[in-house]
DNA sequence: GTGAAAGCGCTAACAG
DNA sequence: CTGTTAGCGCTTTCAC
């Protein structure tokens, strides 16, 4: 570029040498102002802070990374999604690392991409990042068998065990099981006799963690712990479980891994005769818009994606600032049941198995 | 940096210096290796590999980023909201950003945000990017006041009128009006002698565009054109519309100017006892996953958001490469009406059922 | 309080 | 085909 007369931002940018000059101060000192060190006198740093703005100046991040030798970034693994779960996770992610000051930096993991989170975990590393969050390793097996995840940044999981090896390892949002542990205790508390449960694909760890603390609750009542059916997360394949469930009559209560699912689910049972909630209860998760307006509007367990986030980001900005220190110890997110209209006791009918049916009602919360 | 603690051995990473010495060759030789260029011997090619592989070696991107003067990074700038069609186009901007190579940076925009896209803009200049994909400028004043919005990468806007000056300015899926056409006149083709719209929020592009071309439409076809009833895209905010349509008597067909407000607004017409589809059909937005199995089925347009973000990319990437070049010709998307159980042909005409038949154009408003 | 010098690790011309 | 020589624009020493 030649003949850039510097008039009305045209041509190269400003670098902070041209401010430096304007001011009439050295460039470190324009530095100094820019990152807000001390040693500064007011006066020095105004004129510094106008001739920038006169200019334009921006300072140029991948100088400044070259030479500090942090990139100021966190790079997180999405899902390639728009579930609602994985969607409201990352918008929580980034709304929290914006307000730590560092950049966001995004690479998705499709379903059935061979190199699943292994790639892009790598591709984050090419990139330069400071950190690295990642929600699903989705894909267990090929995690594992890949040795380059040895990652040299820290990493927060979040909902899932590490599928890297880092320096420093962080987890948060765990508490799926006991979400899941709430929900099922609420419909045993209704009075049904046992829980059919509605799974989300097992790949995903979210899934099994729902199953497992369906399993543990049933276990812990000593209730009979019925077949699973297993969805893709849709509503469509909550529909054709629906379908399958709606044959058996003893199925009087379902906790579904999603409201998704739960959706569909509702309407085939429905289109076969069986009442929500007279019939069977339907409780689902995550408590996505829509559920309080679908018919019947859906008792779900809301999942705290804002919290957790910003929970587990602010432990994670510890590690990078703080290499070498202790991590922050986490913090539980609260567990939400909404209680709405798709759940009710069990139907009076059939021989009852132990005791009747409005026993226990008054012994779990009421509704919001 | 140079006195870090020795951990673990490796101590700081490889540099393409470390690679070329173990491979016997010159830096510049590693350089040409990993940027694919011509003129290097397949052995020369072999050895470097190697070396680097053994090393672990990894490019480090802000130098690259500082030498070449391109940080081989798009920017996007999202919504900071889970809901569905946001949260597509991310997805489908992610898959294609990185197809094509390139880094994805985010930046929300949040509502009520006063810094707003421009904020948004500027946080990605900031981090150096070499393109810019936006929305939804939601702030439209905020973006038109600040002079600051001046940019100089090329910019692709989605289904918006570009909020920023810039050397290149795409933009693509502005569709909108012409999906909503598409809506209105199944509608009225069904017989309907008019047509309501439950709108978006009027600050979205993407809610004037539909009201625009619903209103166009019912013009064209010589019909009254309703009061509107603007929600803001949430479920509870069609409810809220759903009890207030319900009153007027003559409303027999509605377009809702998305799927969430179309479930809430299907609640209230039921629990009016407004038949859906028999008494009011009702035409939602997106083809969410739930559509077709909340109850009735949701006749509904679907959004193509992944051709849009592939055929917008495709152009951005075009211009980032080629700055100079003349732009490629956009390419417009397929328009998609997906017709289920919630619209039929309006109910005979009769007499004013419920007590109140003038209310529809002047009491919308009067209540709670 | 401020400045001068020395790189950070790479790509960009040119030489050979 | 391969190597040399310069920077890119900033942050770091360390000197004043």
Partial sequence: MTGGTGRGGSSAAPRSVDVARLAGVS????????????????????????????????????????????????????????????????????????????????????????????????????????????????????????????????????????????????????????????????????????????????????????????????????????????GDWSAASGYAAGRELAEADDVTAVFAANDDMAIGLVRALTEAGRRVPEDVSVVGFDDIPVAAFVTPPLTTVRQPFDAVAQEGLKRLVHAIENPGADPLPPSDPPVDLIVRSSTAPPPPRTTPRRGRRTVSRSAERSGP
């Fill in 27 to 230: 460039q470190k000192t324009v530095s100094r102002v820019f990152n807000d060190e001390p040693y500064v006198s007011a006066e020095v740093r105004r004129r510094v802070l106008e001739a920038a703005e006169q200019l334009g100046y921006r300072r140029n991040n991948a100088a400044r990374a070259l030479a500090s030798g942090r990139t100021r970034s966190i790079g997180v693994v999405t899902l390639g999604t728009a579930l609602y779960g994985p969607a409201s996770l990352l918008m929580g992610v980034e709304r929290v690392v914006r307000d730590t000051g560092y950049a966001l930096r995004v690479v998705n993991t499709m379903e059935g991409d061979p190199a699943g989170v292994a790639g892009a975990v790598d591709s984050l590393l090419d990139q330069g990042v400071d950190g690295i969050v990642i929600s699903e390793p989705i894909d267990e097996e090929a995690t594992r068998r890949d040795a380059s995840l040895r990652v040299d940044v820290p990493v927060l999981v979040i909902g899932a065990p590490s599928p890297v090896t880092a320096p420093t390892v962080l987890t948060a949002g765990d508490g799926a099981d006991l979400m899941a542990r709430t929900a099922t205790e609420y419909l045993l508390g209704l009075g049904h006799a046992t829980v059919h449960h509605l799974a989300g694909p097992q790949r995903w760890y979210a899934a099994r963690d729902r199953l497992e603390g369906w399993r543990t609750t049933l276990a812990a009542h000593g209730r009979d712990v019925p077949r699973v059916v297993e």
